[in-house]
């Protein structure tokens, strides 16, 4: 009974960052309009929806590969159980900001200005991740979990890109 627990407390943590973006993917709160100003290199919006399960996919299984691996420290599966749920509570956040307003038909600057900083905060708790799987005091190797984590990192960086645009009205219709 107690490793069944324990089993669905690392499904349920690696699947965090998925399972945090449901309520916004399935009520389409995060959509762009035809009408609306989109960032001049943001891709189509099926991009979107390749790229991201991908993400998660690569996320959960690096998380739960962490959670499983005997010869990994108690420790640090805990930092990366804490880390993975503060890494989807801010990509939360940053979904909840950046929503489709109706009532403006789009998104407000101070939104945008709001996702960005969100989106900054990403990458600087980003770096201090990838620190962490590079510089640790575990006797094996962490930096093979590091290439499932550097896809996730690099889109936040993209992503980040894409948030300055619009904030600064680098648009296109």
């Excluded at 929503?99 to 200005?113: A, E, F, M, V």
């Excluded at 640790?136 to 290439?147: D, Q």
């Amino acid at each position: 009974m107690i490793g069944n627990l324990k089993t669905l407390k690392h499904i349920t943590i690696s699947l965090s960052p998925f399972l945090v973006s449901i309520p916004f993917t399935a009520l389409d709160v995060n959509k762009f309009e035809e009408s609306e100003d989109k960032a001049l290199w943001q891709p189509p919006g099926y991009v979107f929806g390749i790229v991201w399960p991908l993400l998660y996919s690569s996320l959960f299984y690096m998380t739960y590969s962490i959670f499983n691996n005997p010869k990994l420290s108690v420790g640090f599966k805990n930092m990366i159980a804490r880390d993975t749920l503060i890494d989807s509570g801010l990509q939360g956040l940053w979904l909840y900001v950046f929503r489709y307003i109706d009532n403006i038909k789009g998104r407000s600057k101070n939104q945008y200005l709001k996702g960005l900083l969100i989106l900054y905060s990403l990458i600087g708790f980003g770096l201090y991740r990838i620190f962490n799987f590079i510089f640790n005091s575990e006797l094996v190797s962490t930096k093979g979990y590091l290439w499932m984590y550097l896809p996730y990192f690099m889109w936040i960086n993209f992503a980040s890109i894409l948030g300055l645009q619009l904030y600064l009205g680098l648009t296109k219709k």
